[in-house]
């Protein structure tokens, strides 16, 4: 695990942390951090309790199972290749947009609101939850999503990337446009 004092090492000029290809598999908790936060490709297996990271965390390509509740982002979550995560819970705050492309990503909350994009592009995600709102634009290609739910909300464009959807309710509210 790496303490508080050895994280020193590894913060820049401006705040940012690059952990990146390292072999830690833990952070202390109650960590608030300054900067970006890049933790892609290594070996962390969990976050701490606590965690506040006022800049981008990247956990791209880590063995991360589950975000602890509570944890904030002031910027975007960036979850790609995490395919040990299934389950994206409840009572994480992101300020930016969230990537699970190519995760293991099987649920996603009711209500869920990403103040950005969302891309959930190659994941066996089947369902998108009731009351879904994306401030941004929706990536779902290659996924397993073949419905849209009725109460869905996207300020951006729905990017379906080939995929087949067979329930399109006319509810939705799309401000942009929809593109196969």
Known sequence: MLNKHRLINHIDSYGNISLRNTNYTELPDNLELKGDVNLANSKIKKLPKGLVVNGDLNLANTVIKNIPKGTQVKGYLNLAGTTQLKRYTRGIKVAGFINFAGSGLTEL?????????????????????????????????????TSLP????????????????????????????IFK
Request: net charge positive; glycine share 10%.
């Open 109 to 145: 909350p009711p209500r869920l609101k990403v103040n950005g994009d969302l891309s959930v592009i190659r994941t066996p995600l089947k369902t998108l939850p009731k009351q879904l709102v994306v401030k941004g634009n929706l990536f779902l290609g290659h996924s397993q999503i």
């Open 150 to 177: 009725d109460d869905l909300v996207v300020n951006g464009n729905i990017y379906l990337g080939g995929r087949p959807i067979t329930v399109f309710p006319e509810s939705i509210k799309v401000d942009g446009y």
